[in-house]
Every structure is written in C-alpha cells, then in structure tokens.
C-alpha cells in the first residue's frame, strides 16, 4: 500500500470582500517573494505563489491552498497571516484540510474490508460489494475532526482520503496555534493515522 499526500488547505467562510486582503503584509510575514499570478477586483482574488496559493471569492470565502513540498515553517507562517486577516471579519466557519491517495498494489486486498461487515450489505441488498468508503467524525480537541475514504471510480485499487478539523468561528490563542501546527504536519500525521486506522489488514508488511 502506498500512501501519496496530495496537498492542503484552509477554508474560512466569513465577510472578508476580495479586495480586503493585504498581500503585502502577507508576503512579508512568510518571505515570499511577490505573487507570480496576482488578480485582485471586487469579484475575486487570487494570488499565485508556487507552493501556496489565496483564493477569496465575493461572498466571503478564502481559502489559503498548499502543494505537499510547502515546509513547516512556510505553512505556519501562511497560516498564521491568513488567519489574522480574516479574524475581523467574523468567520463562521473554519476548516484545516488534507488529503491523500491511496494505492493498493494488483494483488493487495482492500484493507477496509476487515472494518465492514460485507456479508450484511450482501444479505440486504444482494449485491456484491467491489469498491467500497468511510467516513468517521469525532471530537478533536475543541473542534470536530472528519475522516472520510472515498474509492476512486477510475481505478480499483485506489482510493482518495481526506482529513477535515472544523471549527464553528475561529478559534482562540493556544487552540488555534494548535491548530495550525496539526496542519502543518498533516504532510507526516496523516498518513500515519490512516495506517493505523487500517493496520489489522495491512500490517507492517505493506508498509510504503
């Protein structure tokens, strides 16, 4: 099983308009060099900076996006701006994301098959399963952590996983600079969840 992490985001859904965000000060707090691609109207901005990039739309939603090479030190950085500037404009909703690809060699049986009972779903529907998901939610720290599998149609021994934490508004201080060390490290933390999550298939022989 090979495990491959695709990338990372923020998503902040407040009254932030396009036009609000100061890539200035953006660049100054990460040390980013200007923006490659920079579009700013009252309809949409977006900055373009090789491993991040800020989308705003008009109706309030930013969202920070992050390729699997950004280091620690950058996405904290990031983070940390993007969260600053959007905290006056009352955020109802907050969510650190990630997301990876699973990849089951030819002979490798889908390890979720040992977390579901398959022969119910037989039994019910009649029908016999060939691609198969989860999704569990649970209570991470102050905040509300999903995790969700989802096969991919194109290939049979692929599936996508994606990692969710929410937050109703923007967290606090000491929370909220927990929260954007998990995101940092997601890169690493996530795919060591979903081993565990599915290592009494797997085992440590399957190991990438």
Known sequence: MRLDFQGRNILCLSSMPPTAFDFGAFEQATGLDRAATLVVNPQL?????????????????????????????????AAGEVVCQVSPYAPTGVGFNGLLRIQLADDETDPLTALLDESIIVERLGVQVTQRGLKLVYPLDDARATVEIAPDEADAQASIAGINRHYSSLPADDALNDAISWFAA??????????????PVVGDQNAA
Request: aromatic share 6%; proline share 6%; glycine share 4%.
């Open 186 to 199: 997601l890169s690493d933390e996530f795919p060591a969840l979903v081993r565990r999550l599915l290592a």
């Open 45 to 77: 901005a977006i900055a373009e900076y090789g491993r991040v990039q800020i989308v705003i739309t008009p109706d309030g939603r930013l969202q920070f996006a992050a390729q699997p090479n950004a280091s620690r030190d950058l996405l904290r950085s």
